[in-house]
DNA sequence: CATGAATGAGCATTCATTCAT
DNA sequence: TATGAATGAATGCTCATTCAT
C-alpha cells in the first residue's frame, strides 16, 4: 500500500518535473522556443519519458495555461470573496489585478494571450472544453458581481453576462495594445486609458442622478 | 538618371512581384503555411531574389500587414467620409465594418492579429515606426469623429483620445472571444455582445436627458 | 502436478488473453499498427508481460499468422469432407473459397501474405518447422484431392504434388495482382482471370474427349 | 550554353549519387532498412539535399522499382526480339529468364515484390500510373507472343489477355513459395515444380492432337 | 510472475539561410 | 542582380526493449 502510494508521488514529481521544465523554457526562452527535445533536455528526461506522461506538445501547453489561468482565477477570487467590498470597486480591483498580472506574470499572461490569439486551432474538441471552462470562471465572478451589483439595486438593470464579457474583452484588448504605446499611440499611455475605460464602464453600471 | 529610375521601378515591380506571391499564399493558405521556398516557387523568382528584396520572412510579412491595414484603414476612410452620418451612426458603422472585416478578410485579421498578440518584439526602430503608423491612421479616424461629436455637442464632453483607444480595444477584444463563443461564453453569440458593446459605448458619450 | 498443470493452463490464458488483443489490433486497425505498447493497453497487461510471453512482436505476428491459416485451413477442410463432390468442383470450390477468404478475412490475409513474400527470413528452426505446417496442410488437401481425382480415373496422370503446388501458386499470384487491376492490367478483372484460370487449370487435368 | 548544359549534367549526377546511396542499401541492407538519413549518410548528402532532388522516400523507391523493372523488361524484351524463336519456346525462354532474375537480382525483385504485395498504399494515383505502367509493358509483351501464336494458328484459341496474366502471375507465385521450400513443400523443387508449371501452360496453347 | 517507467535512437519532413556562380 | 543547389539543425512523435521493484 505504502508502495503504491509512493509510486503515485513519484509519478506525480515526473510530471511536475517536466513542467517545471516546460515552464522554465517559458518563461526564459518564450513560447516559440519551447519543444519536446528542449522540455527533454532542461528536464534531464528522455523523450519518450516526456511523452509517457504527456501524450503531446499540446497538453503539456494546456498544463501550463491551465496553471496561468488558476493563478489569475484565485487572485481574483480572493478579490470577489472581500465581502465588504462594493460591487463597482470589486470590478476595479479585478481590474487592476489583471492589469498587474499581465505585467508580473508576463510569461503566464503570453501563454494565455498566445492560444486567445492564434488563429491556429491548438486543441482537440476536449482539450478546448478543458482549458476554456477555467478561463469561464473568471468571466462567472464579473457577472456574479454584476449581478449582485443590479440584485441590490446597486447598478443599473444591464444584461449582467454582455457586460461581463465586454468588460473583460475590453481589459483583454487594452493590454494588448500596450506594445503600441510609442507607436501607434503616440505616448498615450496604456495605463492611464486602462484606467479611464475601467472607471468609465462602471460608471456606465451606476444609476444616473443617484450615485 | 533615367536609369536609375528605371532601375527603381524595377525594383519596385520585383517587390510586387514577390508580395503578390506572398499575398496568394496567405490568403489560400493561411500564414502557417508561408515559407520562403513556397513564395520563391508561387512568384516564379528563385529564392536567393527574395531575400535580395526581403532580408527575412517577417519583412514579407510586414508589408502584408501594411497592405491588410491600409485595406480597412480604405474602409473606414470611407464611411467617414459620409459628410451626412452623424457621429454616433459613423461608430456603429465603423465597428461594424471591423467586424465584418474579421470575418470576411480573416487572413489579413490574422497577420494583423499576429503582430498584435505575439509576445515578440518584431520591428526594429524604422520598421516600427514604419509599419504602426498605419494603425495609428485608424485611431486618428475614430478620434476626429468623437472630438466632431463634442465639438459641436453631440456627445459629452469626454478624453477623446482615451475613447477612441478604449473602443477599439473593446472591438478588438471581443473579436478575440469570438472562438470561445462555445465554450468559456456558453454560447452567448459574440456578434450580440459586440453589438450591445458598440451601443452601450456610444449611448455613454451621448448627454444624458438629451439623445 | 496439479499445481504445474494449473500453472501451464493459465499461461495458455495469458497468451491467448495477448493474442486477442493483438487480433483485435489487426483486425481493427491493421497490420501496421500493432505494437507492443499497444497490445499491452488492449490487453490489460504490462509491456514488460506481453514480453514475458512472446519474446518479439515477430513472435505474435506468427500467432496470429497461425491462427489465419487455420481459419482458411478449416474452410478448405470442410469443403474436402463433402464426400459427394467430384475433385474437380473440389478444386474449384477451394479457389472460390480462397479468394472470398483473401477478401473477406483481408487482414489475416495480410499477414500471411507478409510473411511470404517478405524477403527477410523470420523463421527461426522451431518456428519455421511449426508454423509453416499449418500451410503446408492446405497443399496436402489439393494434393488429396488431385491424387483421388487420378486414382479413379476422373483425372489425367500428372504429379499430384507439383500440379498442387502450381495451382496454388497461381492462385496466390492472381490475388496479389489484383491491386494491379486498373494501372497495369488495363481494367481486366482479376476475378474473371482468377476463374478462368481455375477453369483452365482443371480442365487441364481431364482426360481429352471424356467428359 | 554550356553552363546550363553542365548545371544539368550535374543535376543528373547528384540524382544518380543519391539513388546509387539508396540502391547500395537496399542491396546490403535490404527494403526495410532505408531511411532518408542513411541515403543522405551514405551520399554524403545533407537531408534537405536528398529532399531538393526527390521530393519523398517514395519517389526514390519509385525510381529504384523503376531500374528493376527496366532490368527486367529489357531481358524479356531481347528474347521477344529473336524473331526465329517459336513462340512456345518465348514463353519458356522468358520464364526462365524471370526465374533467373528473381535469383540473380535478389534485391531488385524484393523491392518490385515488396511493393507488388505490400497491403499498405504507399504511392498517390500518379506515382502508382507511373509505375504499373512501367510493369505492364511486360504483361503486353507476352500477351503479343501469346497473341502471335493464335493468329499464326500455332497456339489454340483463348482470351490472350487472360492467359497471360495467368502466366505471370503464376511465375510470380512460384517464386514467394520459394522459402517454403524447405518446409511447406517437403523439399519439393520449386524450379522443378517452375519448369512443370511452364511446360504445363504451354502444352495447354498448343492445338490438341497436333503437336 | 508481473509491472510499467524510462530510454534514446529513429523516423520523414521542413525550413531559413548561405553562397558560388 | 539573380539564381537555385546545398545545408543540417530542428520538429513532434513512436517504438521495441530493458530492468528495478
Not at 486551432?121 to 458581481?145: P, T, W, Y
Not at 451589483?149 to 494588448?176: C, E, R
Request: hydrophobic share 35%.
Amino acid at each position: 500500500m505504502g508502495v503504491k502510494e509512493r509510486k503515485k508521488m513519484e509519478k506525480q514529481m515526473r510530471r511536475s518535473q517536466i513542467l517545471g521544465a516546460a515552464r522554465k523554457l517559458l518563461l526564459s526562452r518564450g513560447m516559440d522556443n519551447i519543444s519536446i527535445s528542449k522540455i527533454s533536455r532542461e528536464s534531464q528526461l528522455g523523450v519518450g519519458t516526456i511523452y509517457f506522461y504527456y501524450k503531446s506538445k499540446e497538453d503539456i501547453f494546456i498544463a501550463l495555461q491551465e496553471e496561468g489561468l488558476s493563478l489569475l482565477l484565485d487572485i481574483i477570487q480572493q478579490i470577489h470573496g472581500q465581502k465588504k467590498l462594493p460591487s463597482d470597486r470589486k470590478l476595479v480591483k479585478i481590474a487592476d489585478a489583471y492589469y498587474a498580472f499581465t505585467r508580473d506574470q508576463q510569461e503566464y499572461y503570453n501563454i494565455i494571450n498566445y492560444f486567445l490569439s492564434s488563429p491556429r486551432i491548438f486543441f482537440n474538441e476536449d482539450q478546448k472544453n478543458h482549458v476554456d471552462m477555467a478561463g469561464s470562471r473568471i468571466l462567472q465572478v464579473i457577472q456574479e458581481i454584476v449581478l449582485h451589483g443590479i440584485d441590490t439595486g446597486y447598478f443599473n438593470k444591464t444584461d449582467p453576462k454582455k457586460f461581463s464579457i465586454m468588460f473583460w474583452a475590453t481589459l483583454h484588448g487594452l493590454v494588448q495594445f500596450k506594445k503600441l504605446e510609442h507607436t501607434a499611440l503616440h505616448n498615450e499611455n496604456i495605463q492611464q486609458v486602462y484606467d479611464y475605460s475601467v472607471q468609465t464602464m462602471v460608471q456606465m453600471l451606476h444609476k444616473k442622478g443617484e450615485e
